[in-house]
């Protein structure tokens, strides 16, 4: 039997995740190791509904094995399961790997999926250790045929229940306590209202604002590029400098103000007028749940945002804004890590990948031995 590798986090990086920095803190550890040492680790939970034709909500719920270690015949969501370890973990693929356990546990194939989204991200204890559960809700076809896995779940009590089924579920049976929680909410909430998609733009576009959030560690051609293809099509945007806090960090090298510097010089090089901008720092809050209503009390009104960063793009979507296509080139080279590692392995062709003006800079506040010494730092810790 292949050994499953869960993606594990040290405790005091788990703050991270509710700024979406996933990949960068996450290391992969057998199984049974992680459980032995209580070692934190990320999980999904995923809650499923339904829409009859007659409009009725149907909650599918699932009711835990006898033979499970922990919770056994307990009532929980409808799947949950643990992450998988990748190189480069993200919110899409810790969604795959919710699809994943609605198939293994219910039958149910990602083609009857309607719609799935982001809901939060909250730390459970358990009896083996503390776990990061990635929350999400999903709404599956109404006639979609499931067959509930006996190695996972009671077959009798694994099933859809209606509204008033649930309820008393919830009032009269033994539940785990996070998905109890989460039942409760849904059960308040206007479901078709939940999945409804954004709305398009009302405005002309040439007569809006946009916001585009990113860290800029530093500054490279492929935020330059995204900034062109955003003003374009609306005269103004307003930039986010994320996780402005941070500085003198392997991840975070530059301060707030160096990277303020950055864009300023690189607009001004540009011939961006001042009037088409502007620029806020955006600290992290570690908190998913409030970020979306934290930018917008720093930055003000806006009518689209954009982003490259599934984390971002779902947030906002889930709290109503309206999201803006990706906009990117060559993601893989024009990476603000990429650029961070060639400096720390003095490879020279860094250079191509940043405006003039911004390694000038760069050159100016001695950012290439700050990295430098800063990987060197990390490498020996």
């Known amino acids: 039997m292949e050994k499953e590798i869960l993606a594990c986090i040290d405790t005091k990086n788990i703050k991270y995740l509710q700024a979406g920095q996933i990949s960068k803190f996450i290391f992969p550890m057998e199984r049974k190791e992680a459980h032995e040492k209580k070692v934190s680790h990320l999980i999904i939970r995923f809650f ?196 402005s806090q941070f500085s003198n960090t392997k991840n975070d090298p530059f301060t707030n103000v160096e990277r303020r510097r950055f864009i300023e010089a690189a607009l001004k090089k540009r011939n961006i007028p001042n009037s088409n901008y502007e620029i806020y720092d955006i600290p992290d809050i570690f908190n998913a749940k409030r970020w979306v209503d934290h930018v917008v009390t720093i930055v003000g009104d806006f009518d689209i945002v954009y982003s490259n960063s599934d984390w971002v793009r779902e947030l906002f979507h889930n709290k109503g804004y309206v999201v803006g296509k990706k906009l990117g080139i060559f993601k893989k080279k024009y990476n603000a890590s990429n650029v961070r590692k060639l400096i720390s392995r003095e490879k020279k062709d860094w250079t191509n990948l940043v405006p003039n003006e911004v390694v000038n800079l760069i050159k100016e506040i001695n950012g290439i031995q700050r990295i430098q010494s800063l990987y060197n730092i990390s490498e020996k810790a």
Not at 103 to 111: A, L
Not at 150 to 166: C, D, H, Q, R, W
Not at 212 to 233: A, S
């Open 48 to 243: 499923i509904m339904t829409i009859t034709p007659d409009n009725e909500i149907l909650y599918l719920v699932q009711k835990r094995g006898r033979k499970k270690k922990s919770y056994p015949s307990y009532f929980t969501d409808s799947a949950s399961g643990h992450v998988t370890y990748e190189t480069n973990l993200n919110l899409n693929r810790i969604k795959v790997n919710a699809i994943r356990e609605l198939e293994e546990e219910f039958g149910i194939p990602e083609k009857a999926i309607q719609k799935i989204i982001f809901y939060d991200l909250n730390a459970e204890e358990n009896q083996f250790t503390k776990e990061i559960a990635y929350i999400f809700f999903g709404l599956v076809d109404y006639d979609v045929n499931f067959k509930p896995n006996p190695a996972e779940l009671e077959i009798e009590g694994s099933k859809f229940y209606n509204k008033t089924e649930l309820k008393k579920i919830l009032e009269n049976e033994k539940n785990v306590d996070y998905s109890k929680k989460i039942w409760n909410y849904l059960l308040n909430k206007n479901i078709e209202g939940l999945f409804e998609q954004q709305t398009n733009l009302k405005k002309n576009k040439k007569e809006t604002t946009a916001l585009f959030i990113g860290r800029f560690q530093p500054l490279h051609h492929g935020h330059i590029y995204v900034l062109y293809r955003i003003l374009e099509e609306h005269n103004k945007v307003k930039i986010g400098i994320g996780s």
